[in-house]
């Protein structure tokens, strides 16, 4: 069974930093793409950034290219999110995703394309 856990959400100051983690368990991490997605509310969940099966890609969505950073650690099965320079609309719950599916695709940071979802962590960023 697979299975996602987000950790290291929590409330900082704009400009602030946090690193959020996912711990994959019930398949192998190196052999899926995962992503980091989020939602704020009343908005649709959008992505963040992707990282590729084997980490050599990533895709990252315009508001967050050059504070956020994506990485992966295959041993043990951890995904990662290092967020820089926080601004109040990252404020949102943020998701871990693995596993894009061939049959739903619709690009690297659609919702749609991943199979496997965690349950969330809560980033809060004040002014």
């Known amino acids: 069974q697979v299975q996602l856990v987000e950790s290291g959400g929590g409330a900082v100051q704009a400009g602030g930093s946090l690193r959020l983690s996912c711990a994959a368990s019930?398949?192998?991490?190196?052999?899926?793409?995962m992503g980091w997605f989020r939602q704020a509310p009343g908005r649709e969940r959008e992505g963040v950034a992707v990282?590729?099966?084997?980490?050599?890609?990533?895709y990252y969505a315009d508001s967050v290219k050059g504070r956020f950073t994506i990485s992966r650690d295959n041993t043990p099965n951890t995904l990662y999110l290092q967020m820089n320079s926080l601004k109040p609309e990252d404020t949102a719950m943020y998701y871990c995703?693995?596993?894009?599916?061939?049959?739903?695709?619709?690009?690297?940071?659609?919702?749609?394309?991943?199979?496997?979802w965690g349950q969330g962590t809560q980033v809060t960023v004040s002014s």
């Open positions: 995703a693995a596993k894009t599916n061939p049959y739903s695709w619709s690009g690297w940071l659609s919702p749609s394309s991943f199979i496997y």
């Open positions: 019930g398949y192998t991490a190196s052999s899926a793409s």
């Open positions: 990282i590729s099966t084997g980490g050599g890609s990533t």
